[in-house]
């Protein structure tokens, strides 16, 4: 079975502009998380779905971070305008329930110059 | 607050040799406890996680855990390494399994 799907791998972008991570859960599962890894602040949750619906939005660094699961199978991680300090390694998750185990996919390397 | 604490950045382990990465945490409460493993350029994978029972607990590629509540640890042992375990390791405790307070993570270096 595929795992989770996360697209592109590598994006290079300048300052200012829009940038969209996708995330294609495990088919069946439920709950969706995108998470932030950094050197300096380590793996940080940014938000959390449930049957489609943001449940935790409170690791969304500030309004220039938004996310959207517009289907069981989809979701797009947008940050407008980029800045340099939103450089790194965002990583997408599913579980089949909340409470059941995460399945992170292999994450997709931010570099905003 | 609550924290989790990883105290070794970096450990380095003859092949063959145990190994075990200690994790201490910070909670009011029994948590639930992860170790994840995170290989280059790759995404995290569970090794195991412990909720209630048997506080010994067998996860995968050989890894088991231990929780002491008396200690508030969940270290990581392997009784022998092999070069493929290179890896980052990270524990993670929280009131769920979303809900994940993450340790900031040990790399493991493996010497031939």
């Known amino acids: 079975d595929a795992g989770v799907i996360q697209s592109p791998r590598h994006e290079v972008t300048e300052m200012g502009q829009e940038v969209t991570l996708r995330c294609k859960p495990i088919s069946g599962h439920n709950s969706l998380f995108w998470y932030r890894q950094t050197m300096m602040r380590g793996l940080e949750l940014l938000i959390y779905f449930n049957n489609n619906v943001p449940i935790d939005d409170s690791g969304m660094p500030e309004d220039r971070f938004s996310a959207k699961m517009p289907n069981a199978s989809f979701s797009t991680l947008k940050i407008q305008p980029s800045e340099p300090r939103d450089s790194a390694v965002y990583f997408c998750a599913s579980s089949l329930i909340v409470g059941d185990t995460q399945y992170f996919g292999p994450g997709t390397r931010l570099t905003v110059l | 607050a609550q924290s989790v604490t990883q105290p070794d950045i970096h450990i380095t382990v003859s092949e063959g040799a145990s190994l075990e990465l200690r994790c201490n945490y910070s909670?009011?409460?029994?948590?639930?406890l992860f170790w994840y493993v995170q290989s280059p350029g790759q995404g995290l994978q569970l090794l195991l996680k412990y909720f209630s029972g048997d506080t010994l607990v067998q996860g995968i590629k050989g890894f088991e855990a231990e929780f002491k509540r008396s200690q508030s640890s969940f270290n990581l042992r392997k009784p022998s390494v092999h070069w493929s375990d290179a890896a980052e390791y990270f524990c993670?405790?929280?009131?769920?399994?979303?809900?994940?307070?993450w340790g900031a993570g040990t790399k493991l270096i493996i010497k031939p």
């Open positions: 909670y009011g409460a029994t948590p639930y």
């Open positions: 993670a405790v929280g009131p769920s399994n979303y809900q994940l307070i």
